[in-house]
C-alpha cells in the first residue's frame, strides 16, 4: 500500500514564526502536492512538484513556499506564519503515469 | 483556480437508504475520482474513473464518468453508519498533473 506520512498531526504555532510542514511518500512517487482545507472552499493548491528540486506555484501560493530536495520528502514552509493560515493542510503524491493522488492523514495548523 | 461543483452540499438520511452526489465541471477531464474523508483524516481513494461512459463499482459505492466528460456522479447504496463523512470529487485534465476538487458533499447517516 501506498504511505503518505505528514509529520505532524496537529500543530500550534504564533503569528510570526517559521513552520516547517514535512510530507513523505515510500512509493517513489514522481508528483507531490501540497493542499489546504477549508470549510466551504474545498481543497485548495498550494503548490506541487514533479521532481527533485522542481516546484511550480499552484492557485494559492502567497505565504507559502516549498522544498523538495529528495524525491520522497516535499516540504512545506510558512515563511512568517499568519492567523488566516490556520487551516488543514494535506500532502499527496501520484505515480508519473498513473493519474491517481495518494493523502496524507493531513496536519491541521493553527496560528495564535 | 476552477473547483468543481459538487452537490448536494449535505445529507442527512436513514440507515439502509439510498445516496446519490454528482460533481460537474465546465472543462473537460481525462479523470475523475472519488475520495471519502473523516473527521481529522486526509482524503481516502474510493473509485477511479478513466474513461468516458465507464461505470465502477467498489462494494456498495457504485460511480459513473458522464459521457460529456464533464461530469461524474457516486452512489451508495444501503447506507450504515459507517458510511458518514465528507465525500470529495476530483477531476485532471489533459493539461498537466494538478487535479480540481469539489468543495464536498458532507454525509450522515441516522441509525
Known amino acids: 500500500d501506498v504511505k503518505v506520512t505528514q509529520s505532524s498531526r496537529y500543530l500550534v504555532k504564533r503569528t510570526g514564526e517559521k513552520v516547517f510542514l514535512e510530507c513523505v511518500q515510500d512509493?517513489?512517487?514522481?508528483?507531490m502536492f501540497w493542499y489546504r482545507q477549508d470549510p466551504g472552499l474545498g481543497l485548495r493548491l498550494i503548490y506541487f512538484?514533479?521532481?527533485?528540486?522542481?516546484?511550480e506555484k499552484g492557485d494559492i501560493p502567497e505565504g507559502y513556499s516549498v522544498s523538495r530536495e529528495k524525491k520522497e520528502r516535499f516540504s512545506l514552509i510558512l515563511e512568517s506564519a499568519s492567523t488566516n493560515q490556520t487551516s488543514m493542510y494535506l500532502c499527496a503524491s501520484t505515480p508519473s503515469l498513473v493519474s491517481v493522488a495518494f493523502f496524507g492523514q493531513g496536519t491541521r495548523l493553527t496560528v495564535v | 483556480g476552477q473547483q468543481l461543483n459538487q452537490s448536494p452540499q449535505s445529507m442527512f438520511i436513514q440507515e439502509g437508504e439510498d445516496v446519490s452526489m454528482n460533481c460537474t465541471s465546465s472543462?473537460?477531464?481525462?479523470?475523475w475520482l472519488w475520495y471519502k474523508q473523516e473527521p481529522g483524516e486526509g482524503p481516502v481513494l474510493l473509485i477511479a474513473l478513466y474513461k468516458a461512459g465507464e461505470l465502477t463499482s467498489n462494494g456498495r459505492l457504485t460511480a459513473q464518468f458522464g459521457i460529456t466528460r464533464k461530469d461524474s456522479f457516486l452512489n451508495i447504496s444501503a447506507s450504515i453508519p459507517s458510511d458518514v463523512g465528507i465525500y470529495f470529487c476530483?477531476?485532471?485534465?489533459?493539461?498537466?498533473?494538478?487535479?480540481?476538487f469539489g468543495t464536498g458533499t458532507s454525509l450522515t447517516v441516522i441509525p
Open positions: 512509493m517513489d512517487h514522481e508528483n
Open positions: 472543462s473537460i477531464f481525462n479523470t
Open positions: 476530483a477531476g485532471q485534465g489533459n493539461t498537466g498533473n494538478q487535479f480540481y
Open positions: 512538484s514533479y521532481d527533485v528540486k522542481m516546484k
